[in-house]
């Protein structure tokens, strides 16, 4: 209300950004979602689904927290463009809408066992080559996931794994375009280049000072120093905030929030169970699934093996080759309440009645069961304290930030008063630009509240502008240093310089445009070469992958017509290095299937599928957007 009223009185526009992070997860998905929120504001819209800006901002907090830990110290949330990130972001939550949707129409859907034997096997869960319960809540709580949100989403993973792969495996490859791919992709050439380079033409050039002057006087504008400031600020942060004498955690606080932790701990638990599956629908009842297990748990009282029972009768293809096993289960990650009552019912050595669950019916056996103790009190009792202190910390930045951004507006002229009034030390950064600046002045938004009219020329603070991580800046420039000329003799040497490369570089292009058209009307190459004190390099029957040979000289060569009825063809390359050169081939031999090595062979057929796999999972999501309404509100 206060920089509201602020703005009003200076004429100023107030921007209002809000910060967030892209939203991809390389782990875990793209984040969690409720279908069913109402009351939120919307920033899409897909066939009738909203996605709200809460859905947006959760699933960017938890992919800056996983990048914070993949990055570690290198992350830096200030070097990111906040509104590329947006859009980015949205556009991520669409598509996966999208996607979502469409494994909806398909009826595609994940088993309860595949989806636990994924997490039981994946190695973020694991310690020393087995799942650990531990792990696995501690990771889901990092990415602030609940055990439930981080199973439906995994799900949904799956599914968009096997709705891919279904693709996949639609795509097929026919032995003749096998044979045409050999013999492009395995085809040889035998060709050369000249290179003209402009360190090959410095010598020829002469660059007098009337010159230097003469570029100096007439670009006048390209020798002036940058508009600049020196800056002093004020940072909030809730870490800051976590020794506040107004924040208390007390011995009962931590023990109440252990009792809490260890009530909904995932997996302290573990039970290693098996299964025999029925399914149910058109081509067997639910009496007759029944009836079958019934008379299967009678064998196994009778003696009968189960493993070879649910190798024989189980219609679960993910654990019936391994007798029904299921491995080492956890409180809490099996998504089948049904499932999970049973198992965690029994007995060790029991074996179930008939158990109804959405895949169909159940024999389950408890093999075993192994307790994982929880950490102690006294080994969690410290983070459990930082945490509820960064809890309060957080509330309590909220409050000190309405403070902060009244005082930047009551006393505009000075950050003394915020600094004695919030206990807040003023600190300084000079040299700051509009492209650049040090330390958190790295941050894009700072510096333009840096530039901006009342910062800049009337002399305010800035109103308080906040950051990602519970932080925010009140800003003032100290002094500001406008463009001015750099004198002639700092700079001489450097256009000098700059001369003689220009000039090297002309000669150089005069040169390869004279010996281009040479070689085309027929001139001998060596004579060309000669003319010009430089020499072809050559490579006869060269493959597409020849690491010898420049990539856009390879490049120019294999996209040249093959000469026909001429004995060369001929053609240009721009090098790496500056440097631009005159191409030709002389010969090209096809690549044969026959002759190539079974690896290869292999090698090419992978590539080829995958890459049509690829084309028809893009054209597949291509025709869900432009079939789909999608409304973009943001």
Known sequence: MLQKLRDQTQGIGFKILVGV???????????????????????????????????????????????????GEQFDASQIDLGDLQASALEQLIGRTLLAQALEDLGMEVSDERVNASIRDNPAFQADGRYDANAYRRMVQVMRF??????????????LTQ???????????????????????NQRRDLAYLEFSPDDFIGEVDVGDEQVRLRYDENALDY?????????????????????????????????????????????????????????????????????????????????????????YSEDLGSASQGGSLGLLANGVIDDPQFEEALWSLEQGEVSDPVRTQAGYHLIELVSIEISEFPALEVMGPDIEQRLR???????????????????????????????????????????????????????????????????????????????????????????????????????????????????RALAEAGHASALE???????????????????????LSRRTNAEVPATVLMAAFEMQRPMDVDKSVGQAQLPDGGIAVVTVTHVEEGDILIMPDREIADMR???????ANLDFVAFYDTLEQDASIDRSL
């Open 518 to 540: 040479r070689v085309r009307t027929g001139e001998s190459v060596s004579d060309v070469a000669r003319d010009f004190g430089l020499q072809w390099e050559t490579f006869p």
């Open 224 to 312: 002036r120093t940058v508009e600049s400031a020196d800056v002093s600020f004020v940072e909030l942060s809730a870490v800051g905030l976590l020794d506040d004498s107004s924040i208390e955690v007390t011995p009962e606080d931590v023990e109440s929030a252990y009792a809490a932790e260890v009530a909904t701990a995932v997996g302290s638990d573990q039970r290693s169970s098996r299964h025999i599956l029925l399914e149910v629908g058109d081509d067997r009842t639910e009496e007759a699934a029944i009836t079958t297990l019934t008379e299967l748990k009678q064998r196994l009282r009778d003696g009968a093996d189960f493993a070879e029972l649910a190798r024989e």
């Open 606 to 612: 992978s590539y080829l599928k995958d890459r049509i």
């Open 21 to 71: 992070l892209i939203f991809v997860l390389a782990i875990f998905g793209f984040g969690a979602f409720n279908l069913f929120v109402t009351g939120e504001p919307e920033v899409a819209s897909v066939n009738g689904h909203d996605i709200t800006q809460a859905e947006l901002i959760k699933a960017a907090e938890r992919e800056q927290r996983r990048l914070a830990i993949e990055l």
């Open 146 to 159: 609940t055990p439930q949100d981080f199973l439906r989403e995994h799900r949904m993973e799956l599914a």
């Open 390 to 504: 960064m809890e309060q910390a957080e509330l309590l930045f909220a409050e000190r930030l309405r403070e902060l951004d009244g005082l930047a507006f009551e006393e505009p002229e000075s950050l003394e008063g915020i600094s004695e009034a919030l206990g807040l030390a003023v600190q300084t950064v000079d040299g700051v630009t509009r492209a650049e600046g040090a330390g958190v002045f790295g941050n894009a938004e700072l510096r333009d509240a840096t530039f901006s009219s009342d910062v800049l020329v009337r002399g305010y603070n800035s109103p308080a502008i906040e950051l990602s991580d519970y932080r925010a800046v009140v800003l003032r420039v100290d002094e500001r240093y406008d463009p001015a000329p750099i004198p002639f003799e700092a700079v001489a040497a450097d256009i000098r310089a700059a001369l003689v490369v220009e000039r090297a």
């Open 163 to 185: 709705l891919q792969e279904g693709i996949a495996d639609s795509a097929f490859l026919t032995e003749w375009e096998m044979a045409q791919a050999a013999r492009l992709l």
